[in-house]
Nanobody
Framework: QVQLVESGGGSVQAGGSLRLSCVES????????LAWFRQAPGKEREGVAA????????FYSSPVKGRFTISRDNAKNTVYLQMNSLKPEDTAMYYC???????????????????WGQGTQVTVSS
């Protein structure tokens, strides 16, 4: 079982940047996927970005591609989400997740992940 703890959320004006961090601890399966999801009030949880730990291949949802960057520091067991050019529609609770997926096509599917952090709030004002 892996434990995940997010940090780095906050309030920012549109056009600003934030960097989220997720520290992993405990047993992580071979070649896991690590991902960021978000959930706004009244909306379903959606995948934002994922990284396959074995080869650092990354995956992004269309709304954030080109603005967000996911990365992992293996020495620190930490996954980051650099968010630039933030928009009000990026406002949500952001969650870190880990899982062992059978195929990359599930990289942004929340039901495929079995370990979750508690979330960190991101609020973008116009």
């Amino acid at each position: 079982q892996v434990q995940l703890v997010e940090s780095g959320g906050g309030s920012v004006q549109a056009g600003g940047s934030l960097r989220l961090s997720c520290v992993e601890s405990g047993y992580l399966a071979n070649n896991p996927y690590l991902a960021w999801f978000r959930q706004a009030p009244g909306k379903e949880r959606e995948g934002v970005a994922a990284i396959r730990a074995g080869d650092s291949t990354t995956f992004y949802s269309s709304p954030v591609k080109g603005r967000f960057t996911i990365s992992r520091d293996n020495a620190k067991n930490t996954v980051y989400l650099q968010m630039n050019s933030l928009k009000p529609e990026d406002t949500a609770m952001y969650y870190c997740a880990a899982g062992r997926l059978e195929n990359w096509i599930y990289a942004l599917v929340p039901e495929k992940y079995n370990s979750w952090g508690q979330g960190t709030q991101v609020t973008v004002s116009s």
